[in-house]
């Protein structure tokens, strides 16, 4: 690819984001929204001045300010949600490329947040994004309250339309390749439901579905989400897990680490054709035991190895909230978890994407000394 490009993302050209406030961005990494889906449509936004300006940015190179997230993970040989979405979307990446034009969209792809319902409380969650944590959040940061323990998508919305899955209307949802769904938990989400039931009456079971889950339940009401995934062809499953056991379930309370292994365990055996993911958002809980955590997930065959030997693991620093961030362990810490990692590495011979990714992890660990700041309210 043309030096010229290096920051292109495909996004900009194809998708939209409708955040559980009824937000419209160019994608979910946090943005400040111009638009909100009671005033404009989904493929009304992508002409709209703010997505031309970063499709310009793009097309010159530059990195748009709401895209350095991406850039700083790439910069750490960690995978970035650009360059999943460039592969996701490689035929029409094609596109610009060719024939480089910030006019030129098409609605192909919308990432749909119904609502922050949840049954986890992710130590390093906030009210925003899971029903469960709304007293938490308030006592944290009662600066940024969250008014209501559930949020969904903007009232005004229902008065626009009959219900929420009719936000997107007939005519986009026919031209659409993907659509996305997180939380909150999307599978305990009944508007969720109701959208692949729609999904399913027009026949468009060809759709790509990608999910953000913590797979914690496959049931809800009447629904069993499995029965409806088996009527599409194409699904992938980003699972959210940043431990293994006991581990995993301090980490996200509320997780059952063996209903979720069966969970897994009944995807497989069930939807052989349905992609998984797994993610894992690191901080001081679990960067000394990551080395663990990973083989683990290889060794109970969770996820599987690609054409090339690599397995889908994806890392996020977290560096929110602050004192959560690998980057305040005192030094001590940071080398025992840095050779902790070194020793795997150098042991286990893992797979090359997972040794770049861990490298990128250990570099991100030692960028910045945080400690004196931020160690003692940990
Ligand atoms: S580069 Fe990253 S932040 Fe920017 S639109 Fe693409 S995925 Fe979103």
Redesign the pocket.
């Given at each position: 690819m043309s030096e010229t490009y290096s920051s292109l993302?495909i996004?900009?050209w194809l998708h939209v984001y409708v955040g559980v406030s009824g937000s419209l961005q160019?994608?979910c990494?946090p943005q400040i929204p111009q638009k909100k889906l009671s005033e404009t449509t989904p493929s009304e936004f992508l002409h709209h001045p703010s997505m031309h300006s970063?499709r310009r940015q793009m097309l010159k190179g530059q990195w748009?300010e709401?895209?350095l997230?991406?850039k700083k993970s790439e910069e750490l040989g960690l995978a970035?949600?650009?360059l999943g979405?460039n592969q996701l979307f490689k035929e029409e990446f094609d596109s610009p490329r060719r024939n480089p034009s910030e006019y030129f969209v098409t609605l192909r792809s919308v990432d749909l947040r119904f609502s922050n319902t949840c049954n986890l409380k992710c130590r390093s969650c906030n009210g925003f994004s899971s029903s469960a944590w709304r007293d938490e959040h308030n006592l944290i940061y009662p600066d940024f309250p969250v008014d209501s323990k559930v949020l969904n998508l903007d009232i005004d919305l229902l008065e626009k339309y009959e219900s929420l899955n009719q936000c997107i209307s007939d005519s986009d949802l026919s031209g659409l390749k993907e659509i996305s769904f997180a939380g909150g938990e999307p599978l305990l989400i009944e508007a969720q439901y109701k959208f692949l039931e729609r999904l399913i009456q027009m026949g468009r079971t060809d759709i790509i579905l990608s999910y953000t889950t913590n797979l914690s339940r496959l049931n809800y009401k009447h629904w069993n989400v499995l029965e409806l995934w088996q009527q599409f062809e194409n699904e992938n499953l980003h699972l959210s897990l940043d431990g293994v056991g006991e581990k995993g379930e301090y980490i996200r309370q509320g997780l059952d680490w063996e209903r979720w292994l069966a969970n897994v365990q009944k995807v497989r055996q069930l939807l052989t054709h349905v992609r998984r993911d797994i993610h894992f958002v690191v901080s001081v809980f679990n960067i000394l035991d990551l080395a663990f955590h990973t083989s683990e997930i290889i060794r109970l065959n969770i996820i599987c190895s690609d054409e090339n030997g690599n397995y889908p693991i994806g890392f996020t620093c977290l560096d929110w909230p602050p004192y959560l961030d690998i980057q305040v362990l005192p030094s001590d810490l940071k080398t025992e978890a840095k050779n902790r990692l070194y020793e795997y590495i150098e042991t286990s011979r893992p797979c090359s994407s997972l040794k770049k990714a861990l490298h990128g992890i250990i570099q991100y660990m030692g960028r910045e000394e945080r400690c004196a700041d931020l160690g003692a309210s940990f």
């Amino acid at each position: 690819m043309s030096e010229t490009y290096s920051s292109l993302c495909i996004l900009p050209w194809l998708h939209v984001y409708v955040g559980v406030s009824g937000s419209l961005q160019s994608c979910c990494i946090p943005q400040i929204p111009q638009k909100k889906l009671s005033e404009t449509t989904p493929s009304e936004f992508l002409h709209h001045p703010s997505m031309h300006s970063i499709r310009r940015q793009m097309l010159k190179g530059q990195w748009p300010e709401q895209c350095l997230p991406c850039k700083k993970s790439e910069e750490l040989g960690l995978a970035s949600f650009r360059l999943g979405s460039n592969q996701l979307f490689k035929e029409e990446f094609d596109s610009p490329r060719r024939n480089p034009s910030e006019y030129f969209v098409t609605l192909r792809s919308v990432d749909l947040r119904f609502s922050n319902t949840c049954n986890l409380k992710c130590r390093s969650c906030n009210g925003f994004s899971s029903s469960a944590w709304r007293d938490e959040h308030n006592l944290i940061y009662p600066d940024f309250p969250v008014d209501s323990k559930v949020l969904n998508l903007d009232i005004d919305l229902l008065e626009k339309y009959e219900s929420l899955n009719q936000c997107i209307s007939d005519s986009d949802l026919s031209g659409l390749k993907e659509i996305s769904f997180a939380g909150g938990e999307p599978l305990l989400i009944e508007a969720q439901y109701k959208f692949l039931e729609r999904l399913i009456q027009m026949g468009r079971t060809d759709i790509i579905l990608s999910y953000t889950t913590n797979l914690s339940r496959l049931n809800y009401k009447h629904w069993n989400v499995l029965e409806l995934w088996q009527q599409f062809e194409n699904e992938n499953l980003h699972l959210s897990l940043d431990g293994v056991g006991e581990k995993g379930e301090y980490i996200r309370q509320g997780l059952d680490w063996e209903r979720w292994l069966a969970n897994v365990q009944k995807v497989r055996q069930l939807l052989t054709h349905v992609r998984r993911d797994i993610h894992f958002v690191v901080s001081v809980f679990n960067i000394l035991d990551l080395a663990f955590h990973t083989s683990e997930i290889i060794r109970l065959n969770i996820i599987c190895s690609d054409e090339n030997g690599n397995y889908p693991i994806g890392f996020t620093c977290l560096d929110w909230p602050p004192y959560l961030d690998i980057q305040v362990l005192p030094s001590d810490l940071k080398t025992e978890a840095k050779n902790r990692l070194y020793e795997y590495i150098e042991t286990s011979r893992p797979c090359s994407s997972l040794k770049k990714a861990l490298h990128g992890i250990i570099q991100y660990m030692g960028r910045e000394e945080r400690c004196a700041d931020l160690g003692a309210s940990f």
